[in-house]
């Protein structure tokens, strides 16, 4: 079981023992969903759905439970430590984080919403910001040694795998973000301007590797990692210069996390799809703030939760996927009362998913399409999703910046 070279290896205790320890694992996440409900939601009907939308939450299912991950647990740490910062308890909202920053290094993205909002809310408002900072610095470090300090001689080994540069700008299946869009324009330039692609250049053949863009210019790491930045600014700005208030205090700060999250998977290097959750559970946080939360959660649940069907590849797991995210989904818009709320081009899209689904099932078979391009279901799953994350993006950043113009758009529609 634990031996690297041994590929194809299958037991069914194995099995057992794995599934067992997802499931045991996911009692972290239970209590980190029963920490934010009880520090974000007051009323019994807001308790229930919160916690229908984060329990049953169908992308984490198919991650952890299907696919086989450990999210749960790291979600459930999270989650611990938004409560802690809700409570004002800034020490152990720090000590949760830093322990889920070594657990997985890409919730890296969202630190400048931690550090700016512990700066702010800690240090800053605390009698003796020097003591407060010295403080907070401490349980960051003692948790890095920790982590650390049993692979102090192979830190170099460490740092290159977890930042595989060489891997690629994008996964073998593209996540739905920036770089799929990108992806398809310069395979699209290509074929306008007749430009011939090398085995470098191939990006569609389902390998992990770094390739050459035809048209657009090549993307390299140093690229994504500034894009990220810029991206991310001004909601860091707005996060440092914004009046806190007992009643939106919350909020903001979740909302900064979003769109750390979201910002990342959509500019980041070598994205995986799943990273979407990184979105999407906060994100549900505030689906009990108002409707227009409401109806983002509900947007991206759908395409996030649709953008991880090609993780589950089996056939006999076809309806099994589909069953699930058509029970949630639909359980969410009649729970949520986000009807009036959802605009006609909003649910056109997400119409679209129908047409999409059909066409990977069936309409490749009938065109005989299989055989010639085989990528195609994936490279249409992928696109139609960018659309979708790409658009809630544009839409949840602007509303975050700009409170005042949503909300007096909403009235007057």
């Not at 650390?148 to 996540?175: D, E, S, T």
């Not at 799929?180 to 395979?187: P, S």
């Amino acid at each position: 079981m634990l031996e690297v070279k041994n590929l194809n290896y299958a037991n069914d205790m194995t099995i057992t023992f794995m599934r067992l320890s997802v499931i045991i694992s996911d009692i972290v996440y239970a209590f980190g969903v029963k920490s934010c409900i009880d520090v974000l939601c007051s009323g019994s009907l807001k308790r229930n759905f919160l916690t229908y939308v984060l329990l049953g939450n169908v992308g984490l299912f198919f991650v952890d439970h299907i696919h086989f991950q450990y999210n749960g647990i790291m979600f459930g740490i999270l989650l611990l430590s938004i409560s802690k910062m809700c409570h004002e308890k800034y020490l152990q909202s720090a000590f949760f984080f830093a322990m889920l920053l070594h657990m997985k290094h890409i919730f890296i993205y969202v630190s400048p919403a931690y550090i700016v909002y512990l700066l702010k809310c800690y240090c800053i408002r605390s009698e003796s910001p020097l003591r407060s900072l010295i403080k907070l610095g401490s349980i960051v470090i003692a948790v890095t040694i920790t982590s650390f300090g049993p692979f102090y001689n192979q830190m170099p080994q460490v740092i290159a795998r977890l930042f595989p540069f060489k891997r690629g700008l994008c996964h073998a299946y593209w996540a739905p973000n920036f770089w799929t869009l990108y992806n398809v324009m310069d395979k699209a330039a290509s074929k306008v301007f007749a430009v011939e692609a090398e085995k470098s250049a191939m990006n569609t053949g389902g390998l992990v590797q770094e390739f050459h863009h035809l048209v657009l210019p090549s993307i390299k790491p140093i690229t994504t990692f500034i894009l990220t930045f810029l991206a991310i600014l001004p909601c860091i700005l707005k996060l440092v210069f914004i009046k806190f208030d007992k009643q939106s205090t919350h909020r903001q700060f979740i909302q900064s996390i979003v769109l750390c999250a979201c910002t990342s998977f959509m500019f980041g290097w070598h994205v995986h799809e799943k990273a979407i959750l990184m979105v999407l559970i906060p994100l549900s946080l505030l689906s009990t703030s108002t409707k227009n939360d409401a109806t983002a959660t509900f947007f991206l649940s759908l395409v996030g939760s649709y953008s991880l069907f090609p993780l589950l590849f089996n056939a006999e797991l076809t309806m099994v996927k589909a069953l699930f995210l058509i029970s949630f989904i639909t359980l969410f818009y009649i729970q949520s009362g986000i009807r009036r709320n959802l605009k006609i081009y909003e649910f056109i899209y997400g119409c679209g998913f129908i047409f999409v689904f059909w066409y990977e099932q069936q309409l490749q078979y009938i065109f005989a399409l299989n055989e010639r391009l085989p990528f195609l279901p994936l490279l249409i799953t992928s696109v139609y999703c960018s659309i979708g994350v790409t658009y809630f993006w544009l839409i949840y950043y602007f509303s975050f910046l700009f409170p005042g113009e949503s909300l007096r758009r909403q009235k007057i529609k």
